[in-house]
């Protein structure tokens, strides 16, 4: 079973924007609404501008589920962090709890009333029917469903941006590093939020707080 | 043209107070969670890609896989 994640890789970046608009264009996002953002570090300084393109990261364990007051949170097999609208009461509690400030809301009226939250779906919708005109009306489209994967990472002009099934974006994303540790140039292999994500990268087992107190249980 | 602004008064009235008869339901049940479709089972659309069978897994999973390797640059040019 595939496990969907992102990546985008700071070395190749060009914050050409390119996946914000794809995002918006295919999903027909609202103004105000931004499902996927470039964020620049450092700008301007030579050798050290990073630039790289977040969205919601599909999180093992996702905070904004745990916090979700009415429970509009499900996780598909897949491992996408999907809600449903119908449930969703607009609270925002979500959006706090995010660590990529996902969750996005439409304020409207004189007020600024907010809407119900919205958020990258890794193009793969919600509960309406796959493919169904309900379904694209409140999600957006689903490319899962039709065998394509998110349009953000397949337009990426210079690929730092890749989605798709874990082992196969790890594996892709292991041949630059090997390529560029060759090539005596940029060593790191961290890639931007997948430890805040998925977890650490390795399993061996942590010691919790009850661990550091004598003759405690855990 | 006096008993007829009455009546039209008495019908407007009538539909002010008739309106919440057509008030939805706003009860727990109605936002219980729905199953989500697996994508393996395809889109009811004409956006699907050729190279799979929908409702098999394995053949969405293999032909995901595919495409996913589309996005190495190291595997096209070579």
Redesign the interface.
Same mark, same amino acid.
């Given at each position: 079973? *595939?496990r969907m994640k992102f990546i985008c890789d700071t070395e190749r970046c060009i914050e050409c924007n390119g996946c914000v608009t794809a995002c918006k264009n295919d999903n027909e996002v609202p103004w105000g609404v931004n499902r996927r953002r470039v964020v620049t570090v450092n700008d301007g300084i030579i050798g050290k501008e990073k630039s790289i393109s977040v969205a919601c990261m599909h999180c093992s364990d996702a905070p904004c589920m745990a916090v979700c007051p +009415? @429970?509009?949170f499900?996780r598909?097999? =897949?491992g996408v962090v999907?809600h @449903?609208k119908? /449930?969703c009461i607009g609270c925002g509690y979500c959006s706090f709890a995010c660590p990529f400030g996902a969750p996005q809301f439409l304020s409207s009226g004189a007020f600024g009333v907010r809407s119900k939250m919205d958020k990258c779906t890794f193009c793969?919708g !919600?509960?309406e *029917?796959? !493919?169904?005109v309900a379904e694209f009306e409140k999600y957006g489209r689903?490319r899962? &469903? =039709?065998?394509?994967?998110p349009l953000c &990472? =397949?337009m990426c002009s210079t #690929?730092a941006l890749?989605? !798709?099934?874990s082992e +196969? /974006?790890s594996s /892709?994303y292991a #041949?630059?590093v090997s +390529?560029r540790e060759a090539n005596g140039r940029y060593p790191s292999k961290d890639i931007f939020g997948w430890t805040t994500a998925y977890g650490p990268m390795d399993s061996s087992p942590k010691p919790t707080p009850a661990d550091k107190i004598p003759g405690a249980k855990s | 043209m006096k008993l007829n602004l009455k009546t039209i008064g008495l019908c407007l009235a009538a539909a002010a107070f008739l309106a919440a008869c057509s008030e939805p339901p706003e009860i727990a049940a109605k936002a219980a969670k729905r199953p989500d479709v697996a994508p393996y089972m395809g889109a009811d659309n004409g956006f699907m890609t050729k190279n799979w069978t929908p409702s098999i897994d394995a053949s969405w999973t293999e032909s995901i896989n595919k495409r996913n390797q589309n996005q190495s640059e190291y595997s096209r040019f070579k």
């Amino acid at each position: 079973m *595939a496990r969907m994640k992102f990546i985008c890789d700071t070395e190749r970046c060009i914050e050409c924007n390119g996946c914000v608009t794809a995002c918006k264009n295919d999903n027909e996002v609202p103004w105000g609404v931004n499902r996927r953002r470039v964020v620049t570090v450092n700008d301007g300084i030579i050798g050290k501008e990073k630039s790289i393109s977040v969205a919601c990261m599909h999180c093992s364990d996702a905070p904004c589920m745990a916090v979700c007051p +009415v @429970d509009c949170f499900y996780r598909t097999d =897949e491992g996408v962090v999907l809600h @449903d609208k119908d /449930i969703c009461i607009g609270c925002g509690y979500c959006s706090f709890a995010c660590p990529f400030g996902a969750p996005q809301f439409l304020s409207s009226g004189a007020f600024g009333v907010r809407s119900k939250m919205d958020k990258c779906t890794f193009c793969s919708g !919600g509960p309406e *029917a796959n !493919g169904s005109v309900a379904e694209f009306e409140k999600y957006g489209r689903n490319r899962l &469903a =039709e065998g394509k994967l998110p349009l953000c &990472a =397949e337009m990426c002009s210079t #690929k730092a941006l890749i989605g !798709g099934d874990s082992e +196969v /974006i790890s594996s /892709i994303y292991a #041949k630059r590093v090997s +390529v560029r540790e060759a090539n005596g140039r940029y060593p790191s292999k961290d890639i931007f939020g997948w430890t805040t994500a998925y977890g650490p990268m390795d399993s061996s087992p942590k010691p919790t707080p009850a661990d550091k107190i004598p003759g405690a249980k855990s | 043209m006096k008993l007829n602004l009455k009546t039209i008064g008495l019908c407007l009235a009538a539909a002010a107070f008739l309106a919440a008869c057509s008030e939805p339901p706003e009860i727990a049940a109605k936002a219980a969670k729905r199953p989500d479709v697996a994508p393996y089972m395809g889109a009811d659309n004409g956006f699907m890609t050729k190279n799979w069978t929908p409702s098999i897994d394995a053949s969405w999973t293999e032909s995901i896989n595919k495409r996913n390797q589309n996005q190495s640059e190291y595997s096209r040019f070579k």
